[in-house]
């Protein structure tokens, strides 16, 4: 157990759950797992998902991985994702989170970057073998010396994780935690390129709280998250809001509306996480059929589309806004029983449940440049700060804040900020962040007249085409280079359909 003073961990904050409630119910999977993945779905006590975790974690010592080196995580929305991160956690390990829709070129470039010696997937996802992607990418990574994968029929190499979860070890203590130190690592896409950007432990809380307190989720809360959280905000708002609450939590693989509304109805779910388009979609109904729904917490990754969003109209459910820069940072505002957006005003915002005297989540400003910056607990400066400009002294300080690009002012009347437009040069489709330059790039590897472009789209922020002379010789070309399956869609025959395939992940 962690010593009395320590400063909690996420694995910390999991077993004090199990101390309380052993026998309460930590996990569900999706209702549609077979599809997803192959396997069935399957539920854990806190007492079997510790057992589980204990068994991965004495698994990736005896695999020689050392304290403090990086595992990278490349997951569906399943129950294997926590159990995963916390085991990895557990052996003192860094995680880096591989996003679903990352091909080898990604993956392949964020192992490089990150010196990660391992890299743990799965057999199948929707129909594509990730456990190949993992395998092929991690024989272009010199550092990685371990692959692991859930799921039958795995590639020679890679070792069972589904095996070595039923291993009987010990009850030993877990590697050291020191809050303070790595826990996490994501990826951001700035006018930069790609930043591989890690969090402690405390950073992660930090994000965690602004959720839980900000979108009342209750003690003991009967949690669904349909956001993947192989992201900052993504892992905030599903694992760490779990673990803050010490109920249970049920995961949704995006995105089947029905098999959601069932989940929601049949699970007697009182808190849905999930993307605030979708989300606001399912309010239209006005939550017919799901009468234990009572907070809706919606995560925008294009914020600056939440001030035209409709009105939120299903009462007596509460929905609240939650505010995604990227992997910069987030905060959150409940709507008002109007059901419209909360104004955002400049200065600290708290996590307070309505309580002004609250401690502050973290704070928003308007920079000189005109963009939206944030700076706070949950905020790390150091991953953002620009290298300094040849002959600066060494005492000029390094900025307090991170500019998130995002164009932002001050609306005369009430003082409120105004989110304008994403950041120059970079792209959203869905969950997924590339550069504008790009697509130009890609094109020109499919030959003359080729053309890839973003177009505006309501949900998901843009979504892409493309034009070749042969789309499917196109589409070809690009699965080879090991890109995005978005990029490669957008050379299918007939109208692009973006929306469904962003919003899907």
């Not at 440049?369 to 060494?394: D, E, F, I, N, S």
């Not at 390094?398 to 304008?420: E, K, Q």
């Amino acid at each position: 157990m962690s010593q009395p003073n320590a400063s909690p961990t996420l694995d910390g904050l999991f077993r004090r759950i199990l101390a309380r409630q052993p026998d309460a119910v930590a996990l569900i999977d999706p209702a549609d797992k077979a599809r997803i993945t192959g396997q069935a779905p399957a539920r854990l006590t806190y007492a079997q998902a510790d057992k589980a975790i204990s068994a991965l974690a004495a698994h990736f010592t005896a695999a020689g991985l050392p304290a403090n080196s990086v595992i990278a995580l490349q997951l569906p929305n399943t129950i294997e994702f926590p159990l995963a991160l916390l085991a990895a956690h557990r052996a003192g390990l860094v995680v880096a989170l591989l996003p679903q829709l990352w091909r080898q070129a990604d993956i392949t470039t964020a192992l490089n970057r990150t010196g990660a010696r391992a890299i743990v997937s799965t057999r199948w996802i929707d129909g594509v073998s990730h456990a190949d992607l993992a395998m092929n990418a991690a024989a272009e990574a010199f550092s990685i010396r371990y692959v692991g994968g859930f799921g039958d029929d795995l590639p020679e190499g890679m070792a069972s994780l589904d095996v070595a979860m039923t291993d009987d070890v010990s009850a030993t203590m877990p590697a050291a935690q020191d809050a303070r130190r790595a826990a996490i690592i994501s990826f951001d896409t700035t006018p930069d390129g790609v930043r591989a950007i890690p969090r402690t432990h405390l950073h992660m809380i930090a994000g965690g709280l602004a959720v839980f307190l900000e979108g009342r989720v209750p003690q003991g809360a009967m949690l669904l998250s349909a956001q993947a959280p192989s992201s900052f905000a993504g892992l905030a708002s599903s694992i760490v809001t779990w673990l803050l609450s010490g109920g249970t939590l049920a995961l949704h693989h995006p995105f089947d509306e029905a098999v959601l509304e069932s989940q929601i109805r049949d699970l007697g779910c009182d808190t849905l996480v999930a993307p605030a388009p979708l989300a606001l979609r399912l309010g239209e109904t006005g939550l017919a059929g799901m009468p234990t729904l009572r907070n809706v917490i919606g995560l925008w990754r294009a914020p600056e589309q939440v001030a035209a969003s409709s009105a939120w109209t299903a009462v007596p459910a509460t929905f609240t806004d939650v505010y995604l820069f990227g992997e910069a940072g987030l905060f959150g505002a409940q709507r008002a029983e109007t059901g419209t957006p909360a104004a955002i005003m400049p200065g600290p915002h708290t996590a307070s449940r309505g309580q002004a005297a609250s401690s502050a989540a973290g704070e928003i400003l308007i920079t000189p440049k005109g963009t939206l910056g944030l700076r706070g607990p949950m905020v790390t400066l150091a991953a953002y700060a620009p290298p300094p400009p040849l002959g600066t002294p060494v005492s000029v300080p390094p900025p307090d804040h991170v500019d998130t690009g995002f164009a932002a002012r001050l609306d005369r009347t009430s003082g409120g900020i105004c989110i304008t437009a994403p950041p120059s040069g970079v792209m959203a489709v869905g969950g997924y962040r590339f550069l504008a330059q790009d697509l130009q790039e890609w094109a020109k590897r499919l030959g003359q007249g080729a053309l890839l472009t973003a177009l505006p789209d309501r949900w998901s922020g843009y979504r892409l085409a493309g034009r070749a002379q042969d789309n499917a010789r196109a589409r070809e070309a690009l699965s080879e280079l090991g890109l995005n399956p978005l990029m490669v869609e957008a050379f299918r025959d007939g109208p692009p359909r973006g929306e469904e395939s962003a919003n899907r992940h």
